[in-house]
């Protein structure tokens, strides 16, 4: 099959599952086409069957707002024509999948019916698509896809019941690549950083509000109380600076160490105890898994799609959001060493249900269904 992707090129867990599933796709012989404004931060380009095609977008002094969205249909468009697609996948349903919709009706003017599919990825249904001035468009090219997945049952409720929706919307989970995602043996770096025996603690995330970053620093700083920890905080965002403060607040900045953006987050996973994820929303929980798949216990929120891949009391623990005290003392019952071993394989063991091998065939197999499909439509 040619497949074209559409999705933000950035490090947000939209735009990593859809470069990691284009290039799970290449790898299995089919070929695929990028379509974005930047080169995605995950894709490499060491397989003949990926494609890169920049989105280029001009400024004019007639517009405030450079228009993305015509500008990206157009490229669809050039693209499905000039590559032969078959197929156009958009992660993220703003602006990506009405400027699909929109590529598609230029294409029938010329008897050229290409079909998309839509993938849900959370934000785009649960805060940017509960915004009045888009929900309309949000609803109609929703229904206008000729699929649509979402990322976890959770999403697909809220989707149903956030929006008119009246297509079919098919669940196929985010994954994880075990190649990649896999304990390491990093015992030097560990050894740097915990000098004295110290149970790492880590947080990945983009710095958001939704993260409750702040509930990860109180969680560390009630187990700090009772066992020698530090903190890896892995990320940027709008919230670094005030978590900074909240740290030097606390006096735990000694023992609390901001990464940033870093591309090669299974190395600091590899050197983990225990992952906290105490966010507000998760529609699945990708940084979770990832840590997962590294034999990282999880200790998070029971929101969203977090029960979905993080079981209570097997992998790590599930707590109310926002309740702190609970998480430190589940933080504690995971790092015990009489505990700690099973909670690790556990982990890794619930990760490989997840496995990129499991979940790519449900793709494939999505793909073409859509495909005959819309081979059926007589024009």
């Given at each position: 099959?040619?497949?074209?992707?559409?999705?933000?090129?950035?490090?947000?867990?939209?735009?990593?599952?859809?470069?990691?599933?284009?290039?799970?796709l290449?790898?299995?012989?089919?070929?695929?086409?990028?379509?974005?404004?930047n080169?995605p931060?995950?894709?490499?380009?060491?397989?003949?069957?990926?494609?890169?095609?920049?989105v280029s977008i001009?400024?004019?002094?007639?517009?405030?707002y450079?228009?993305?969205?015509?500008?990206?249909?157009?490229?669809?468009?050039d693209?499905?024509?000039?590559?032969?697609?078959?197929?156009?996948?958009?992660?993220?349903?703003?602006?990506?999948?009405?400027?699909a919709?929109?590529?598609?009706?230029?294409?029938?003017?010329?008897?050229?019916?290409?079909?998309?599919?839509?993938?849900?990825?959370g934000?785009?249904i649960?805060?940017v698509?509960?915004d009045?001035?888009?929900?309309?468009?949000?609803?109609?090219?929703?229904?206008?896809?000729?699929?649509v997945?979402?990322?976890?049952?959770?999403?697909?409720?809220?989707?149903?019941?956030l929006?008119p929706i009246?297509?079919?919307?098919?669940?196929?989970?985010?994954?994880?690549?075990?190649?990649?995602?896999?304990?390491?043996?990093?015992d030097?770096?560990?050894?740097?950083i915990?000098?004295?025996?110290?149970?790492?603690?880590?947080?990945?995330?983009?710095?958001?509000k939704v993260?409750?970053?702040?509930?990860?620093?109180?969680?560390?700083?009630?187990v700090?109380?009772?066992?020698?920890?530090k903190?890896?905080?892995v990320?940027?965002?709008?919230?670094?600076?005030k978590?900074?403060?909240?740290?030097?607040?606390?006096?735990i900045?000694?023992?609390?160490?901001?990464?940033?953006?870093l591309?090669a987050?299974e190395?600091v996973?590899s050197?983990?105890?225990?992952?906290?994820?105490?966010?507000?929303k998760?529609?699945?929980?990708?940084?979770?898994?990832?840590?997962?798949a590294?034999?990282?216990?999880?200790?998070?929120?029971?929101?969203?799609?977090?029960?979905?891949i993080?079981?209570n009391?097997?992998?790590?623990?599930?707590?109310?959001?926002?309740?702190?005290?609970?998480?430190?003392?589940?933080?504690?019952?995971?790092?015990?060493p009489?505990?700690?071993?099973?909670?690790?394989?556990?982990?890794?063991?619930?990760?490989?249900?997840f496995e990129?091998?499991?979940i790519?065939?449900?793709?494939?197999?999505?793909?073409?269904?859509v495909?005959?499909?819309?081979?059926?439509?007589?024009?």
């Amino acid at each position: 099959m040619k497949i074209g992707i559409v999705c933000y090129p950035t490090f947000g867990g939209s735009g990593v599952v859809a470069t990691e599933l284009g290039k799970a796709l290449a790898e299995n012989g089919h070929q695929v086409h990028f379509i974005t404004y930047n080169q995605p931060a995950r894709l490499d380009f060491y397989n003949q069957n990926i494609f890169y095609h920049e989105v280029s977008i001009s400024t004019y002094p007639l517009f405030e707002y450079t228009p993305y969205e015509l500008v990206l249909a157009s490229k669809m468009v050039d693209v499905v024509k000039r590559e032969g697609l078959d197929l156009l996948h958009v992660h993220y349903a703003i602006p990506h999948a009405s400027a699909a919709y929109m590529a598609r009706q230029i294409l029938l003017k010329e008897n050229i019916y290409i079909p998309f599919i839509t993938t849900l990825h959370g934000t785009d249904i649960t805060l940017v698509g509960k915004d009045a001035s888009f929900e309309p468009v949000v609803t109609f090219s929703i229904n206008e896809s000729d699929g649509v997945t979402a990322v976890s049952e959770d999403l697909k409720n809220d989707t149903y019941k956030l929006f008119p929706i009246t297509n079919q919307i098919r669940v196929i989970p985010n994954f994880v690549d075990l190649t990649r995602f896999s304990r390491q043996k990093k015992d030097h770096f560990k050894t740097a950083i915990c000098p004295n025996g110290e149970k790492l603690l880590v947080h990945i995330s983009n710095f958001r509000k939704v993260k409750r970053i702040e509930d990860v620093v109180y969680v560390f700083e009630k187990v700090r109380q009772h066992i020698k920890v530090k903190l890896l905080l892995v990320g940027d965002g709008p919230e670094r600076q005030k978590i900074e403060g909240l740290c030097r607040d606390l006096k735990i900045n000694e023992d609390v160490r901001f990464l940033g953006k870093l591309d090669a987050v299974e190395e600091v996973l590899s050197l983990a105890d225990l992952f906290l994820l105490p966010s507000e929303k998760e529609s699945f929980g990708l940084a979770a898994l990832e840590a997962m798949a590294c034999e990282v216990p999880v200790i998070s929120s029971n929101t969203g799609g977090l029960p979905e891949i993080n079981v209570n009391g097997v992998t790590g623990f599930l707590s109310n959001v926002g309740d702190i005290d609970d998480m430190a003392k589940n933080a504690l019952i995971v790092l015990d060493p009489a505990n700690h071993d099973r909670f690790k394989q556990e982990a890794l063991k619930r990760a490989k249900v997840f496995e990129l091998k499991n979940i790519l065939p449900l793709y494939v197999n999505y793909y073409q269904e859509v495909i005959e499909k819309a081979k059926a439509l007589v024009f």
